[in-house]
């Protein structure tokens, strides 16, 4: 069984920084993209950053020059630091990963989502 857990959510005042976490556990043979989602009160879901195993990353246009996505392949792990938030920031964040379970599959996984409130 395929998880994906979040962690590093919370309350900042706006121009504040944060850190979220994701951590990809069980059985796999590799993870191809891992990503971050956001998705504000009425809004719809939103893809915030990727990053491919190549290297290769993405980003939304909002999110540009204050959002940084990394990985580290071999523990499976991605975190998304945040600086200079803004009350526009605030959301549910959600882990995305792109995940090869057998030699002739992949499936889509998200986490739990963590809260990020920015606020003074």
């Known amino acids: 069984q395929v998880q994906l857990v979040e962690s590093g959510g919370g309350l900042v005042q706006p121009g504040g920084s944060l850190r979220l976490s994701c951590a990809a556990s069980g059985s796999m043979f590799s993870v191809n993209v891992m990503a971050w989602y956001r998705q504000a009160p009425g809004k719809e879901r939103e893809l915030v950053a990727e990053m491919y195993s190549s290297g290769t990353t993405n980003y939304a246009d909002g999110v540009k020059g204050r959002f940084t996505i990394s990985r580290v392949i071999a523990k499976r792990t991605c975190d998304l630091q945040m600086n200079s938030l803004k009350p526009d920031d605030t959301a549910v964040y959600y882990c995305?990963?792109?995940?090869?379970?057998?030699?002739?599959?992949?499936?889509?996984?998200w986490g739990q989502g963590t809260q990020v409130t920015v606020s003074s």
């Open positions: 995305h990963a792109v995940i090869r379970t057998t030699l002739y599959s992949t499936d889509h996984y």
